[in-house]
């Protein structure tokens, strides 16, 4: 991990978000992959938790938050970056997005997508960060709903706008009455509040057209397209 950060070879991936409505792709998420010497992309399932372990995660959201920045300023998709709570807490991380929000050409374009499965135990932190962002019309999505600390009372609480649905809940959608149950209750919650929902992990067209049934708003996943290096 330390040779990537310094041969400069963790980089963003970008994979689509498909309109369902619509069928046609308007965001896209930024995914982190560290390149090999042999310019293969490795998974961030490979170095991540290593990385937390070693003390290297904040460079590598630094650096990801750098890169993902420059990207967004050459493009009109509106993208999402992951954020871990560790990040929304970070008075560093903080920082830098704020300032790099201030130099964007448009920072409307920005969903900060906090990782629904660690649970929001700073709960005043987040709610600040989230007020803080939302002053350059940022956006925020809750990822993995559905799944682990699943709460509806705070996304009341929060001003969220997207819900990722879990892809472990939406693969199932279509086999198993217990994964659309579910599916439906948070789609009904979320247009209650005017939220939108997007279907994670959606990989062949049975899914899809399912989700699309239970009028979830985007599609994510391999259906569509494999996290790839450019902005298509």
């Excluded at 930024?30 to 293969?40: F, P, T």
């Excluded at 560790?86 to 920005?110: F, G, H, M, Y």
């Excluded at 001003?159 to 649905?165: G, H, L």
């Amino acid at each position: 991990i330390k040779d990537a950060i310094a041969d400069n070879r963790i980089v963003p991936f970008f994979q689509p978000i498909v309109n369902n409505r619509l069928g046609t792709i308007e965001k896209c998420e930024a995914l982190i992959r560290m390149i090999d010497e042999n310019g293969k992309a490795i998974s961030p399932y490979f170095f991540l938790d290593i990385a937390k372990k070693a003390g290297l995660y904040k460079e590598l959201t630094i650096i990801m938050l750098e890169k993902i920045f420059e990207v967004l300023n050459k493009t009109d998709y509106e993208i999402s970056i992951n954020l871990l709570l560790q990040d929304i807490v970070s008075s560093e991380i903080r920082t830098l997005i704020i300032e790099k929000l201030q130099k964007a050409n448009n920072p409307k374009k920005v969903v900060f997508e906090i990782v629904e499965a660690e649970g929001i135990e700073n709960f005043n932190e987040v709610t600040d960060f989230i007020k803080d962002i939302k002053k350059y019309g940022c956006k925020i999505a809750i990822d993995d709903f559905g799944t682990g600390y699943s709460n509806f009372s705070y996304l009341m609480k929060l001003n969220v706008d997207y819900i990722k649905i879990d892809g472990s809940i939406i693969k199932n959608v279509y086999k198993d009455k217990s994964a659309e149950m579910v599916t439906k209750t948070i789609v009904a919650f979320a247009n209650a509040l005017g939220i939108e929902t997007i279907g994670e992990v959606v990989a062949d067209e049975e899914i899809y057209n399912r989700i699309k049934d239970l009028n979830i708003d985007y599609s994510q996943g391999y259906y569509f397209s494999e996290p790839k290096e450019t902005i298509e």
